[in-house]
């Protein structure tokens, strides 16, 4: 299970990027996922999506940690956030922050529900588990999302 863990690792830190925002904040998602992951492996059963587990693993463990947070409000500026990096090409670049300042504009349900689906490679139906909605929630996340970029990103 450790070396199957480790071959999800990207994907673990992928997603933990576009929930958490910041680097470091990912990582230390992504570390308690894995520890989670690990000390709770007897639960997980054979045969089934690990990928999956680990994901709603790791989601249950940022919205906890969210909640907690909303405890001790601290002030968040969109302007520190650090733009993806893009290639040597100054308009990919504009685009790129453009996009990620959109991103982050949408609700962290829309955001989790595009990312699972469009960049996860998740089905409606797997992302909607995770995501403990019904597909229709989760497809109408998606298409909500999607439509907010279409616009701001015209």
Same mark, same amino acid.
């Given at each position: 299970?450790?070396?199957?863990?480790?071959?999800?690792?990207?994907? +673990?830190? *992928?997603?933990?990027? $576009?929930?958490?925002?910041?680097?470091e /904040?990912?990582?230390? &998602?992504?570390?308690?996922? @894995? %520890? /989670?992951?690990?000390?709770?492996?007897?639960? $997980?059963?054979?045969?089934?999506?690990? !990928?999956?587990? &680990?994901?709603?693993?790791?989601?249950?463990? $940022?919205?906890?940690?969210l909640?907690?947070?909303?405890?001790?409000?601290?002030a968040?500026?969109?302007?520190?956030?650090?733009? %993806?990096?893009? @290639?040597?090409?100054?308009? *990919?670049? %504009?685009? &790129?922050?453009e +996009? =990620?300042?959109?991103?982050? !504009? %949408?609700?962290?349900?829309?955001?989790? #529900? &595009?990312?699972? @689906?469009? *960049?996860?490679? $998740? =089905?409606?139906?797997?992302? #909607?588990?995770?995501?403990?909605?019904?597909?229709?929630?989760?497809?109408?996340?998606?298409?909500? #999302?999607? !439509?907010?970029? *279409?616009?701001?990103?015209?």
């Amino acid at each position: 299970m450790k070396d199957d863990i480790v071959a999800l690792l990207p994907d +673990l830190r *992928a997603f933990a990027r $576009f929930m958490c925002r910041e680097r470091e /904040a990912a990582d230390d &998602l992504v570390q308690n996922t @894995v %520890l /989670a992951a690990l000390d709770k492996q007897q639960q $997980f059963t054979p045969g089934t999506n690990l !990928k999956s587990w &680990l994901f709603t693993i790791m989601r249950n463990r $940022f919205y906890s940690d969210l909640r907690t947070l909303r405890r001790r409000p601290q002030a968040i500026s969109d302007e520190n956030a650090e733009p %993806l990096p893009a @290639v040597d090409n100054p308009e *990919a670049t %504009l685009a &790129l922050k453009e +996009l =990620s300042s959109e991103l982050w !504009k %949408l609700s962290p349900q829309a955001r989790e #529900a &595009l990312v699972l @689906v469009g *960049a996860g490679g $998740f =089905s409606y139906e797997e992302a #909607a588990r995770l995501c403990g909605c019904s597909v229709g929630t989760l497809k109408a996340r998606v298409s909500r #999302a999607r !439509k907010h970029l *279409a616009e701001k990103l015209q």
